[in-house]
């Protein structure tokens, strides 16, 4: 394994794991304290790190010469991203009463749950593999 790949991997997982935490404290803070949304520093650096995560992941699916197209894990995690974001931004902006908030907040951590599953077991069923 190179340095570089080994920065790289480094770099993403760390960036799954400051997107989630930051995900989940947004969320918290939409059913407790809204008002703490409307920070200037909570609607930029989740983005900042969303792109790091995104960048990372297409830096490391192009240093393996991983194609989505031919990897059926990584297509699955590239429609699971798109409806957690889907689902994210419901949960922290879109959704109209704090019950649809809440639930799309709680399909969003099951999404990211599932990717992370499928990260793991290299396999579109993630953690449905052993079931």
Do not use: E, N
């Not at 404290?25 to 059913?31: D, I, K, N, P």
């Not at 974001?85 to 709680?106: E, H, N, P």
Request: no cysteine; net charge positive.
């Amino acid at each position: 394994m190179s340095s570089t790949y080994a920065v790289l991997k480094g770099l993403h997982v760390g960036s799954v794991a400051t997107s989630l935490a930051l995900f989940v404290l947004r969320g918290v803070w939409m059913l407790y304290f809204p008002t703490r949304l409307a920070q200037r520093w909570v609607r930029i650096v989740p983005h900042i790190v969303d792109t790091v995560l995104l960048a990372s992941a297409i830096g490391l699916a192009a240093m393996l010469g991983i194609d989505p197209a031919t990897r059926g894990w990584l297509a699955a995690k590239v429609v699971g991203l798109l409806v957690y974001i889907a689902l994210g931004t419901i949960a922290l902006k879109r959704g109209r009463t704090r019950s649809i908030r809440l639930a799309a907040f709680v399909g969003a951590l099951a999404t990211f749950g599932y990717i992370v599953s499928v990260a793991i077991a290299k396999s579109p069923a993630g953690f449905f593999a052993g079931l």
